[in-house]
C-alpha cells in the first residue's frame, strides 16, 4: 500500500509539474497578454498596522515629499516640451513659413495635407500652424476649402511630440513596449481618420458646408481673447531662457515685406525708429518714359553707357525721408544675450530639451513606481481602467473622453495632455485601451482651444477664421463617430498600436525608423509626389493603394479564415526574409551601430512571421 501511495503521489507530482509546466508555457507563448494591466499586489513593506507614531510620520512625509517631486518633475517636463516646440520653430520656423506661399500647389488637397504634417513637425505645434492658416485664411490668401487638408495634417503632425516622448522609456523593453503603444494609438487614429474622411470632404465638401451654416447663423460682432492658462505656470521659467516671435513666421506666410529678414527668437525688446533725411541714388536702364516724368518733377538726371554691355542707362538722385532702426535693449531671456544665429540656438536648445524630457521622465517613472505598489497600486489601476457597473459600463469610455476634452480645455495643449498619459501607459498604470478615448477627447478639447484664438481676431476676419476652427472640431468629431463607437473598428487603432509595440519590443531602433518613415519620409513622398500632376499620382497612389487593401485582407484572412486560403498566402513563409521580418535590418544595424543591439530574451526568440506575434502584429480588426 505503501508503494501504491508513494507511487500515486509521485505520479501526481510529476503530473502537477507537467501541468505547471504546460500553463507556464502557454503563458508564455500564446495567452500571456503583455498588454494587460497587472493588479497583482507585491511587497509593500511594514503594514500601517504595525507602524509606530513615529514610523508613521516619517511614512507619510516621504509620500508628501515624493508627491511634491512628481509634480515638480512634471512642471519640468512641461518646461521642456515648450523649449523643444520653440527649438523647432527656431531651426525650421522659415521654412514652415516660406512653405505656405506656395499657393497653387495649396490647391491639390492631398498636397496641402502633407504641407500640414510637415509644417507641424517642424514647428512642434499644432496651434501655431492652425494659426497661420487661419491668419492666411482671414487675409483670404487661401480659401477656406484649400485650408481645410492642412489642418487635417496638422493633426497627424501633432502627435509627433508624444512619440518622442515614449523614446525615454527605452531602458525596459515590456515598459517600452507599452508607451510606444500608448503614443502611437494617437498616430493610427489621426491616419485613420484622413484616410477615410480625405476623399469624402474632397468630393462632397461636408465639412465646409457644414461649417459655412453654423457660421451663418452666428452672430459674429464681438472678439473673444485667449487665455492660456498653461503658460501662466510656465512662462515665468521658460521666458527667462527663449523667448520666440511667432509673428515672424506668420509674416514669411503671408510674404510681408522684409520678414525673413526678422529672427524668430525675440533679442531686442526696446527699440527706437529715427526719421532722417537722406540723398539716395538711383540708376535705370534707359526708358523715355521714365526722363519725361523726371523732366516733368524737375528732376536732374545724367545719360551714361555701360562699357561691357553698350547699355544706356538713367541716372538720379532725391531727398527722401528714410526710417533707421535702433536696438536699445536685449530681452530678458537667456539667449537674447548672444548673437548666435536662430538655427544655432534651436538645435542647441533642441539637444537641451530632449536631455531634461528625458531626466524629468526617468525620475517621474521611478517616482510613480515607487508609490503606486501594492495595494495603492492595484487600488489605482481599477479605479482608473475600471468600467463603471452594469448598464452603465458602455458610457465608461465616453466619461474619459469628456475628461481628455476637459482636461486639455484647462491646460490649452493636446501634446502636452498626451505626453503627460505616455509614461503612465508605459508603467502600467492606464491601459491602452483607456488611452485611446482620452486622446479622443484631447483632439476634441485643442479643437476648442483654436475656436476661442478664432475669436480672437479681429471682427471682419472672424467668420471665415471660426469656420477653419469648426472644419477642425467636426472632422475630430467625425473621425470619434467613425472609430469609436463601433466595437469592430475601435480595434483598428490599438490593434496598430500593440503591432508597433510588439515590434519595438522586440528592436529597439524601430521607433527611429518610424518617426523618420511616418513624419518626415513618407508626407515628403506624397507630397512630392501629387507636384508631378493629377494623372501619375492617381495611377501610383492607386497600385499603392491596392497594394495595402491586398495586404490588409490577406492579414485579416490568415488569422480568421486561415484553411480557406491558398496554400501559399497561409503565411508569409514563400517571401524573402527580407520582406517579412526586420531581422536582416536588425543584423545589419548592429554589425555597424553596436549600441543597438537589440535586446531579445533568447528563451522566447522568434520570428514575427511566426505563429504567435506575426497575427498579434499585424492584426488590425
Given at each position: 500500500m505503501e508503494t501504491v501511495s508513494d507511487t500515486t503521489a509521485t505520479g501526481k507530482?510529476?503530473?502537477?509539474?507537467?501541468?505547471?509546466?504546460?500553463?507556464?508555457?502557454?503563458?508564455?507563448?500564446?495567452?500571456?497578454?503583455?498588454?494587460?494591466?497587472?493588479?497583482?499586489?507585491?511587497?509593500?513593506?511594514?503594514?500601517?498596522?504595525?507602524?509606530?507614531?513615529?514610523?508613521?510620520?516619517?511614512?507619510?512625509?516621504?509620500?508628501?515629499?515624493?508627491?511634491?517631486?512628481?509634480?515638480?518633475?512634471?512642471?519640468?517636463?512641461?518646461?521642456?516640451?515648450?523649449?523643444?516646440?520653440?527649438?523647432?520653430?527656431?531651426?525650421?520656423?522659415?521654412?514652415?513659413?516660406?512653405?505656405?506661399?506656395?499657393?497653387?500647389?495649396?490647391?491639390?488637397?492631398?498636397?496641402?495635407?502633407?504641407?500640414?504634417?510637415?509644417?507641424?513637425?517642424?514647428?512642434?505645434?499644432?496651434?501655431?500652424?492652425?494659426?497661420?492658416?487661419?491668419?492666411?485664411v482671414g487675409s483670404e490668401i487661401i480659401p477656406i476649402k484649400t485650408a481645410i487638408p492642412m489642418v487635417m495634417g496638422a493633426n497627424i503632425g501633432t502627435s509627433v511630440t508624444n512619440t518622442l516622448v515614449s523614446l525615454a522609456q527605452s531602458s525596459d523593453r515590456e515598459v517600452f513596449r507599452k508607451a510606444f503603444g500608448g503614443a502611437t494609438v494617437h498616430d493610427m487614429f489621426n491616419w485613420l481618420t484622413v484616410i477615410v474622411l480625405l476623399p469624402i470632404e474632397s468630393a462632397v465638401h461636408y465639412l465646409y458646408h457644414l461649417t459655412g451654416a453654423i457660421v451663418r447663423s452666428l452672430e459674429l460682432s464681438k472678439s473673444g481673447k485667449k487665455k492660456d492658462l498653461l503658460k501662466v505656470i510656465t512662462k515665468p521659467f521658460t521666458g527667462l531662457i527663449v523667448k520666440v516671435d511667432k509673428h515672424v513666421i506668420t509674416n514669411i506666410a503671408l510674404n510681408k515685406e522684409g520678414a525673413e529678414e526678422g529672427s524668430v527668437l525675440k533679442r531686442w525688446c526696446k527699440i527706437v525708429y529715427i526719421l532722417y533725411n537722406s540723398t539716395v541714388s538711383h540708376h535705370e536702364n534707359y526708358n523715355s518714359t521714365l526722363i519725361e516724368q523726371l523732366e516733368t518733377e524737375g528732376t536732374r538726371y545724367t545719360l551714361g553707357i555701360m562699357a561691357d554691355s553698350n547699355t544706356s542707362f538713367i541716372k538720379w538722385e532725391t531727398n527722401e525721408t528714410l526710417v533707421k532702426k535702433i536696438n536699445m535693449e536685449r530681452c530678458h531671456n537667456l539667449f537674447a544675450q548672444t548673437d548666435l544665429s536662430d538655427s544655432t540656438i534651436g538645435a542647441l536648445l533642441l539637444v537641451i530639451s530632449l536631455f531634461v524630457i528625458a531626466v524629468a521622465?526617468?525620475?517621474?517613472?521611478?517616482?510613480?513606481?515607487?508609490?503606486?505598489?501594492?495595494?495603492?497600486?492595484?487600488?489605482?489601476?481599477?479605479?482608473?481602467?475600471?468600467?463603471?457597473?452594469?448598464?452603465?459600463?458602455?458610457?465608461?469610455?465616453?466619461?474619459?473622453?469628456?475628461?481628455?476634452?476637459?482636461?486639455?480645455?484647462?491646460?490649452?495643449?493636446?501634446?502636452?495632455?498626451?505626453?503627460?498619459?505616455?509614461?503612465?501607459?508605459?508603467?502600467?498604470?492606464?491601459?491602452?485601451?483607456?488611452?485611446?478615448?482620452?486622446?479622443?477627447?484631447?483632439?476634441?478639447?485643442?479643437?476648442?482651444?483654436?475656436?476661442?484664438?478664432?475669436?480672437?481676431?479681429?471682427?471682419?476676419?472672424?467668420?471665415?477664421?471660426?469656420?477653419?476652427?469648426?472644419?477642425?472640431?467636426?472632422?475630430?468629431?467625425?473621425?470619434?463617430?467613425?472609430?469609436?463607437?463601433?466595437?469592430?473598428?475601435r480595434k483598428a487603432p490599438i490593434n496598430l498600436a500593440k503591432g508597433l509595440g510588439n515590434i519595438t519590443a522586440k528592436y529597439r531602433w524601430f521607433p527611429i525608423l518610424y518617426l523618420i518613415l511616418v513624419f518626415v519620409a513618407l508626407p515628403g513622398f506624397i507630397f512630392f509626389l501629387s507636384l508631378a500632376g493629377t494623372i501619375p499620382f492617381a495611377v501610383v497612389g492607386s497600385i499603392i493603394l491596392l497594394f495595402l487593401v491586398c495586404l490588409i485582407v490577406i492579414n485579416i484572412a490568415q488569422k480568421y479564415c486561415r484553411s480557406r486560403l491558398p496554400s501559399c498566402l497561409r503565411n508569409w513563409d514563400f517571401l524573402p526574409l527580407c520582406c517579412r521580418s526586420l531581422k536582416p535590418i536588425d543584423k545589419l544595424i548592429s554589425s555597424v551601430l553596436g549600441i543597438f543591439v537589440c535586446c531579445r530574451n533568447q528563451e522566447k526568440e522568434e520570428d514575427m512571421s511566426g505563429k504567435g506575434s506575426n497575427n498579434k502584429a499585424f492584426t488590425i480588426l
Amino acid at each position: 500500500m505503501e508503494t501504491v501511495s508513494d507511487t500515486t503521489a509521485t505520479g501526481k507530482t510529476v503530473t502537477s509539474k507537467k501541468n505547471a509546466f504546460k500553463n507556464h508555457e502557454k503563458e508564455d507563448s500564446h495567452e500571456f497578454d503583455p498588454w494587460a494591466i497587472s493588479t497583482k499586489e507585491t511587497d509593500d513593506g511594514v503594514n500601517w498596522k504595525d507602524m509606530t507614531v513615529c514610523n508613521r510620520f516619517i511614512y507619510l512625509i516621504t509620500v508628501l515629499l515624493k508627491i511634491i517631486l512628481i509634480f515638480g518633475f512634471l512642471y519640468l517636463f512641461i518646461c521642456a516640451l515648450g523649449f523643444l516646440s520653440d527649438a523647432f520653430k527656431l531651426v525650421g520656423g522659415k521654412a514652415a513659413g516660406k512653405v505656405f506661399r506656395e499657393n497653387d500647389i495649396l490647391t491639390n488637397p492631398v498636397a496641402g495635407l502633407m504641407i500640414g504634417v510637415l509644417v507641424t513637425v517642424l514647428l512642434q505645434s499644432s496651434s501655431t500652424t492652425t494659426s497661420i492658416i487661419i491668419t492666411m485664411v482671414g487675409s483670404e490668401i487661401i480659401p477656406i476649402k484649400t485650408a481645410i487638408p492642412m489642418v487635417m495634417g496638422a493633426n497627424i503632425g501633432t502627435s509627433v511630440t508624444n512619440t518622442l516622448v515614449s523614446l525615454a522609456q527605452s531602458s525596459d523593453r515590456e515598459v517600452f513596449r507599452k508607451a510606444f503603444g500608448g503614443a502611437t494609438v494617437h498616430d493610427m487614429f489621426n491616419w485613420l481618420t484622413v484616410i477615410v474622411l480625405l476623399p469624402i470632404e474632397s468630393a462632397v465638401h461636408y465639412l465646409y458646408h457644414l461649417t459655412g451654416a453654423i457660421v451663418r447663423s452666428l452672430e459674429l460682432s464681438k472678439s473673444g481673447k485667449k487665455k492660456d492658462l498653461l503658460k501662466v505656470i510656465t512662462k515665468p521659467f521658460t521666458g527667462l531662457i527663449v523667448k520666440v516671435d511667432k509673428h515672424v513666421i506668420t509674416n514669411i506666410a503671408l510674404n510681408k515685406e522684409g520678414a525673413e529678414e526678422g529672427s524668430v527668437l525675440k533679442r531686442w525688446c526696446k527699440i527706437v525708429y529715427i526719421l532722417y533725411n537722406s540723398t539716395v541714388s538711383h540708376h535705370e536702364n534707359y526708358n523715355s518714359t521714365l526722363i519725361e516724368q523726371l523732366e516733368t518733377e524737375g528732376t536732374r538726371y545724367t545719360l551714361g553707357i555701360m562699357a561691357d554691355s553698350n547699355t544706356s542707362f538713367i541716372k538720379w538722385e532725391t531727398n527722401e525721408t528714410l526710417v533707421k532702426k535702433i536696438n536699445m535693449e536685449r530681452c530678458h531671456n537667456l539667449f537674447a544675450q548672444t548673437d548666435l544665429s536662430d538655427s544655432t540656438i534651436g538645435a542647441l536648445l533642441l539637444v537641451i530639451s530632449l536631455f531634461v524630457i528625458a531626466v524629468a521622465l526617468v525620475f517621474m517613472v521611478k517616482l510613480l513606481n515607487s508609490l503606486l505598489k501594492g495595494s495603492v497600486a492595484k487600488v489605482v489601476k481599477k479605479f482608473i481602467n475600471s468600467d463603471f457597473p452594469g448598464l452603465f459600463k458602455y458610457l465608461t469610455g465616453y466619461v474619459a473622453i469628456l475628461i481628455g476634452t476637459g482636461t486639455t480645455m484647462i491646460i490649452q495643449s493636446s501634446s502636452v495632455f498626451t505626453s503627460i498619459l505616455t509614461p503612465l501607459v508605459g508603467v502600467g498604470v492606464v491601459s491602452l485601451d483607456r488611452m485611446l478615448p482620452l486622446t479622443l477627447g484631447a483632439n476634441i478639447g485643442t479643437c476648442l482651444t483654436g475656436i476661442l484664438a478664432a475669436l480672437a481676431n479681429p471682427a471682419k476676419a472672424i467668420p471665415n477664421a471660426l469656420q477653419v476652427a469648426l472644419c477642425h472640431l467636426f472632422f475630430n468629431i467625425s473621425g470619434f463617430l467613425l472609430f469609436y463607437p463601433i466595437p469592430i473598428t475601435r480595434k483598428a487603432p490599438i490593434n496598430l498600436a500593440k503591432g508597433l509595440g510588439n515590434i519595438t519590443a522586440k528592436y529597439r531602433w524601430f521607433p527611429i525608423l518610424y518617426l523618420i518613415l511616418v513624419f518626415v519620409a513618407l508626407p515628403g513622398f506624397i507630397f512630392f509626389l501629387s507636384l508631378a500632376g493629377t494623372i501619375p499620382f492617381a495611377v501610383v497612389g492607386s497600385i499603392i493603394l491596392l497594394f495595402l487593401v491586398c495586404l490588409i485582407v490577406i492579414n485579416i484572412a490568415q488569422k480568421y479564415c486561415r484553411s480557406r486560403l491558398p496554400s501559399c498566402l497561409r503565411n508569409w513563409d514563400f517571401l524573402p526574409l527580407c520582406c517579412r521580418s526586420l531581422k536582416p535590418i536588425d543584423k545589419l544595424i548592429s554589425s555597424v551601430l553596436g549600441i543597438f543591439v537589440c535586446c531579445r530574451n533568447q528563451e522566447k526568440e522568434e520570428d514575427m512571421s511566426g505563429k504567435g506575434s506575426n497575427n498579434k502584429a499585424f492584426t488590425i480588426l
